[in-house]
Nanobody, 118 residues
């Protein structure tokens, strides 16, 4: 079993920045990829960004490209999401997810709230 613990959410004004972290822990697991997703009220969960563990190939949703940066600390099994130039439409619960194999995300965090005020 793998546990994912997110941190770093909060309230920020439009144009501001936040950095989310997600630490993975557990026994005998490997990481193929980690990603961030978000879900706004009344909307479906959507992909934000992902990073493959080796090599660190990144992928972004078009709505965040150029504003968000995903990175990882392989030694600490931790993924980060640096968010800049935040907009009110970025308001959502942000979830990190971990993929052990190539098929799909296997584990999810509990989510952290990001609120961007106008």
């Amino acid at each position: 079993q793998v546990q994912l613990v997110e941190s770093g959410g909060g309230l920020v004004q439009a144009g501001g920045s936040l950095r989310l972290s997600c630490a993975a822990s557990g026994r005998s697991f490997s990481i193929y990829k980690m990603g961030w997703f978000r879900q706004a009220p009344g909307k479906d969960r959507e992909f934000v960004a992902s990073i493959s563990w080796s090599p660190g190939i990144t992928n972004y949703a078009g709505s965040v490209k150029g504003r968000f940066t995903i990175s990882r600390d392989s030694a600490k099994n931790t993924v980060f999401l640096q968010m800049k130039s935040l907009k009110p439409e970025d308001t959502a619960v942000y979830y990190c997810a971990l993929q052990v194999g190539r098929a799909s995300y296997d584990y999810w965090g509990q989510g952290t709230q990001v609120t961007v005020s106008s």
